[in-house]
C-alpha cells in the first residue's frame, strides 16, 4: 500500500538559509499534518491543512509557513533558519471521517541539520 | 497541565513476556480518540493501535492490545509476546477536536527494551 513520502529524507543547511520540506499524502487522504521532533523529545504539531485548507496551527514559528496544493501535496518553508531548528520533521495524512475514527499515517520524515 | 502522560521513561521485558505501557489522557471533550505509535532507531513513526472514545470493546491488533478504562482516562498498551524487534520508543496520542479541527497531542513516550 502507497505511504506518506517526503522528500528530501536528509537535508544540511547553515544558519539563516531557507529550506523547503514536502509531504505526498497517501493518495484519497485529505489532511496533511506537519510535526516537528526535536532530539529526545515528543512530536510537536506545527500546522494542519485539510482540503487544501489550514485546518489548525500549533507551535509553528513565524518564519516557518506552509501550503497544500491542489494535488494535495504540502510543503513546510522554513526562512532564516536556526540551530534550533535541527530536528526531525513528519508529515502525516490522514482521511476525514465523519465517525471520528481518523487516524494518521506518518511519513518516514525529514531529519534537517542546521549548522 | 499535560494532556498525554507517559509515566514510564523506560521499560526493560524479557523476550516472549508480555508488557504494559501506560498511558493516562486529559481531555473534556466527549469524542476523541486514543493512538499509539512505535519509534524505532531509525526514526519513523509507525502506526500500532487505535480506540475511539465511543468503542465499547478494547482495541485489538495481533499482539498489540489496547487497555481503555475511560473512567480512569488510561489507555494502556499491552505488547503480548515481546521480540526483540518490539525494542522503541512508544508514543500515546490523542486526538480531540469538533467541527472539522484536531488536534493530535503525543506524550514524552517510553522506551521499551526487550533482552534475549
Known amino acids: 500500500a502507497a505511504g506518506v513520502i517526503q522528500s528530501p529524507r536528509h537535508l544540511i543547511k547553515e544558519k539563516r538559509e531557507t529550506a523547503t520540506l514536502k509531504c505526498y499524502p497517501i493518495p484519497r487522504h485529505d489532511t496533511v499534518y506537519w510535526y516537528q521532533q526535536g532530539p529526545g523529545q515528543d512530536p510537536q504539531f506545527l500546522i494542519s491543512?485539510?482540503?487544501?485548507?489550514?485546518?489548525d496551527k500549533g507551535s509553528i514559528p513565524d518564519r516557518f509557513s506552509a501550503q497544500q496544493f491542489s494535488d494535495y501535496h504540502s510543503e513546510l518553508n522554513m526562512s532564516s533558519l536556526e540551530l534550533g531548528d535541527s530536528a526531525l520533521y513528519f508529515c502525516?495524512?490522514?482521511?476525514?471521517?465523519?465517525?471520528?475514527?481518523?487516524?494518521?499515517?506518518f511519513g518516514p520524515g525529514t531529519r534537517l541539520l542546521v549548522l | 497541565a499535560q494532556k498525554i502522560t507517559q509515566t514510564q521513561p523506560g521499560m526493560f521485558v524479557q523476550e516472549k513476556e508480555a508488557v504494559t505501557l501506560d498511558c493516562t489522557y486529559d481531555t473534556s471533550d466527549p469524542s476523541y480518540g486514543l493512538f499509539w505509535y512505535k519509534q524505532p532507531s531509525s526514526g519513523e513513526m509507525i502506526f500500532l493501535i487505535y480506540?475511539?472514545?465511543?468503542?465499547?470493546q478494547n482495541a485489538t491488533e495481533g499482539r498489540y492490545s489496547l487497555n481503555f478504562q475511560k473512567a480512569r482516562k488510561s489507555a494502556n498498551l499491552v505488547i503480548s509476546a515481546s521480540q526483540l524487534g518490539d525494542s522503541a520508543m512508544y508514543f500515546c496520542a490523542m486526538r480531540e477536536g469538533l467541527g472539522g479541527t484536531y488536534k493530535y497531542i503525543f506524550g514524552t513516550g517510553t522506551r521499551l527494551k526487550v533482552l534475549a
Open positions: 502525516a495524512s490522514s482521511l476525514r471521517t465523519s465517525g471520528g475514527a481518523e487516524t494518521q499515517y
Open positions: 480506540q475511539g472514545s465511543y468503542d465499547q
Open positions: 491543512f485539510y482540503e487544501k485548507m489550514q485546518s
